[in-house]
């Protein structure tokens, strides 16, 4: 996807750091997978030594390292990926500042600042908390998952056969609740932007409201759009809830059907105890992975609709540009003219219509005219706030 691949260039400062904490989390996955297979030799050694409690003091110990193992990837993978993740944010936001202050004036006529706002602090984060972290765990879980299936066909293929059936349904079950919650994504971070758009008028505007008694109209109009919010949320909460819920009950019956027939397995003597125990770990160690897996997908689809709206606002041109052979001004005495200018901020809707004036230095002129007859419009155009739709603005020539 475009906006992964440039996200991807943000990240490339930091290749080593996001190296090293993936190869940690692989490290961690791997040790996770060690464990149940040695618990269930354990179990058939000591079964075969008759009660032969030395092998188990071994095998104590040896786990109890292997914790210690996985404990010190933990940190370097979660120290290290909390660097990069914040580092990313840190960046986008820089990046986006630095757009805003290159945008014209119209730019802000069309762009509400609460949209603004929104997506530079809250959809970067957005980022950061559940894409980033959501890609890292999905790589880690879904190399778990792989290497406790190969495990299991390895150990009992006939009852891994059996697991499969549960795990087409998780993923068409992704496939669905994942677009949903992208969409329901999309349309709640809008309101979040027009909550934060009233905020600040209410904020900004406080005099004028207090001036007029317009108290319960504001109170009324954020109510209505937290309300939405509030609505928007929750829809997708209760996605993610339903999601997890049905792969809460599909693990179950994968869980149950194979402990059912794992026992008729070692009653006819197919399998020993200790594998079927190390079946069932392994089994129980992937199911909750599995049942993640579904909710770091919804997640990274959440924070997918963010990064749009973010690269949305990177990508928004700038209409104010300076020509290849421009030159730098000097100190100006202060010569302006208007020669046939029309300036419109909207296609076919003009502040200005075919001005044309000549304003010496030193002179004084007045602009008069009601509300909306285009006086700021006019003078904006003399620091070149916007570029005139047809017509020249000269300042002492040029």
């Given at each position: 996807?475009?906006e992964?691949?440039?996200?991807?260039?943000?990240?490339?400062?930091?290749?080593?750091?996001?190296?090293g904490?993936?190869?940690?989390?692989?490290?961690?996955?791997?040790a996770?997978?060690?464990?149940?297979?040695?618990?269930?030799?354990?179990?058939?050694e000591?079964?075969?030594?008759?009660?032969?409690?030395?092998?188990?003091?071994?095998?104590a110990?040896v786990i109890?390292?292997i914790?210690v193992?996985?404990?010190?990837c933990?940190?370097?993978?979660?120290?290290?990926?909390?660097?990069?993740?914040?580092r990313?944010?840190?960046?986008l936001?820089?990046?986006a500042?630095r757009q805003?202050?290159?945008?014209s004036?119209d730019r802000?006529?069309?762009?509400?600042?609460?949209?603004?706002?929104?997506?530079t602090?809250?959809?970067?984060?957005?980022?950061?908390?559940?894409?980033?972290n959501g890609?890292?765990?999905?790589?880690t879980?879904?190399?778990?998952?792989?290497?406790?299936?190969?495990?299991?066909?390895?150990?009992?293929?006939r009852?891994?056969?059996?697991?499969?059936?549960?795990?087409?349904?998780l993923?068409v079950?992704?496939?669905?609740f994942?677009r949903?919650?992208?969409?329901?994504?999309t349309?709640?971070?809008?309101r979040?932007?027009a909550?934060?758009?009233?905020?600040?008028?209410?904020?900004?505007?406080?005099?004028?409201?207090?001036?007029?008694?317009q108290?319960?109209?504001?109170?009324?109009?954020?109510?209505?759009?937290?309300?939405?919010?509030?609505?928007?949320?929750?829809?997708?909460?209760?996605?993610?809830?339903?999601?997890?819920?049905?792969?809460?009950?599909?693990?179950a019956?994968?869980?149950v059907?194979v402990?059912?027939?794992?026992?008729?397995y070692?009653?006819?003597g197919q399998i020993?105890?200790g594998?079927?125990?190390?079946f069932?770990?392994?089994?129980?160690?992937?199911?909750?992975?599995?049942?993640?897996?579904?909710?770091?997908y919804?997640?990274?689809?959440?924070?997918?609709?963010?990064?749009?709206r973010?690269?949305e606002?990177?990508?928004?041109?700038?209409t104010?540009?300076?020509?290849?052979?421009?030159?730098?001004?000097?100190?100006?005495?202060?010569?302006v003219?208007?020669r046939?200018v029309s300036h419109?901020?909207?296609?076919g809707?003009?502040?200005?219509?075919n001005i044309?004036?000549?304003?010496?230095?030193?002179?004084?002129?007045?602009i008069v005219?009601?509300?909306?007859?285009g006086?700021?419009?006019?003078?904006?155009l003399?620091p070149?706030?916007?570029?005139?739709?047809?017509?020249?603005?000269?300042?002492?020539?040029?």
């Open positions: 996807m475009v992964i691949r440039r996200l991807a260039g943000y990240l490339r400062p930091y290749t080593f750091q996001l190296a904490g993936l190869v940690a989390a692989v490290l961690v996955a791997v996770w997978l060690y464990v149940p297979r040695y618990v269930g030799l354990m179990i058939d000591i079964i075969k030594s008759r009660g032969n409690f030395a092998v188990l003091n071994t095998a110990l109890l390292a914790y193992f996985r404990s010190l933990l940190f370097v993978q979660l120290s290290l990926l909390a660097f990069v993740g914040h990313l944010v840190a960046d936001r820089a990046h500042f805003i202050q290159r945008w004036l802000f006529i069309h762009w509400h600042s609460g949209e603004v706002i929104s997506r602090i809250q959809d970067t984060q957005l980022v950061e908390s559940r894409l980033l890609l890292v765990d999905l790589l879980t879904g190399l778990l998952v792989i290497g406790v299936v190969v495990a299991l066909f390895l150990m009992q293929w009852l891994a056969l059996l697991t499969f059936g549960t795990i087409g349904t993923i079950a992704a496939r669905l994942g949903e919650v992208q969409q329901g994504s349309r709640a971070q809008s979040v932007a909550l934060t758009s009233l905020l600040k008028e209410a904020i900004t505007g406080a005099r004028i409201i207090r001036a007029f008694a108290e319960p109209r504001e109170v009324a109009r954020f109510g209505r759009e937290n309300e939405r919010t509030f609505e928007e949320n929750y829809r997708i909460r209760r996605l993610i809830a339903l999601e997890v819920s049905l792969v809460s009950v599909l693990n019956l994968g869980l059907f402990m059912w027939a794992g026992v008729k070692v009653a006819a020993t105890a594998s079927l125990v190390s069932l770990a392994y089994l129980a160690l992937a199911m909750d992975p599995a049942g993640s897996l579904l909710r770091y919804s997640e990274s689809r959440q924070a997918m609709a963010g990064i749009v973010i690269f606002m990177l990508d928004v041109p700038e104010v540009v300076q020509a290849p052979n421009a030159v730098q001004l000097g100190r100006l005495s202060g010569h003219r208007f046939n419109a901020y909207d296609p809707r003009w502040a200005l219509r044309t004036l000549d304003v010496r230095p030193g002179e004084h002129i007045a005219g009601p509300s909306g007859a006086k700021s419009s006019l003078v904006n003399i070149r706030f916007y570029d005139a739709t047809d017509g020249e603005v000269l300042v002492d020539g040029s």
